[in-house]
């Protein structure tokens, strides 16, 4: 592993439920036209979040349910966990299926972390998503097809280098993942121009790099 070597995500288990029983779709409070789901995990949470976002550009099929687990992927509740579970919600098998094949193909393709390190140990998400989907347009509060700058990293780096972005780029911030999340990590979500998203991104990674490089100089 080397510095900015990409860390991918692992799709760990998926399913589709073709008809979810009615009780269970009250638990989750679908609407009438989710009769169908699909159910996904995965070793690295935001790589999926943002994937599930994609898979609602992709297909007929909205976010239900996505939740990180407690300490991350490095403490599984077992061999098929990993870091986070997605649900989807559809209006057939179909288009659940249709919208799996979405996210999975992002999350393999491009949600991906980057190594700081030689030894890959200090890992950061500098992800620009040109349009948001239904998923993570909600979570920002922004208007579908919004450009975002999604940051992540270990809790200092992720509270030093989001200011860096902030100052570096014409953008707004819309979330602020106060340390620690779930999995220990903190991080953002920033609004502005594809290229302005992308100059955020950035300077979050080389603020990130920064501190990898030289962590008490200060």
Excluded at 79 to 99: H, K, N, Q, V, Y
Excluded at 106 to 130: C, K, Q, R, V
Excluded at 173 to 194: D, H, R
């Amino acid at each position: 592993m080397g510095i900015l070597d990409p860390v991918k995500p692992t799709i760990l288990a998926a399913r589709i439920i073709p008809n979810v029983h009615p009780d269970f779709a009250a638990k989750l409070e679908l609407k009438p036209e989710h009769r169908s789901l699909a159910l996904i995990t995965c070793d690295i949470d935001d790589a999926l979040y943002v994937s599930l976002d994609e898979a609602t550009k992709m297909a007929e099929v909205e976010v239900v349910y996505a939740h990180s687990f407690y300490a991350g992927s490095g403490y599984p509740s077992g061999p098929l966990s990993g870091e986070i579970i997605g649900i989807l919600g559809a209006p057939d098998p179909a288009e659940a299926r249709a919208g799996l094949n979405a996210c999975i193909a992002y999350a393999e393709e491009e949600a991906w972390f980057y190594s700081a390190d030689e030894a890959g140990e200090l890992n950061f998400f500098p992800h620009t998503i040109s349009r948001t989907g239904t998923y993570l347009s909600g979570v920002a509060g922004v208007p579908v097809g919004t450009p975002l700058a999604y940051l992540i990293a270990p809790p200092l780096e992720a509270t030093y280098a989001i200011d860096a972005a902030v100052k570096a780029a014409d953008v707004e911030m819309k979330v602020w993942w106060a340390p620690p999340s779930e999995t220990n990590f903190g991080g953002g979500l920033l609004s502005g121009t594809q290229s302005a998203c992308r100059a955020a991104c950035q300077a979050f990674g080389d603020a990130v790099l920064d501190i990898a490089r030289s962590p008490r100089k200060y």
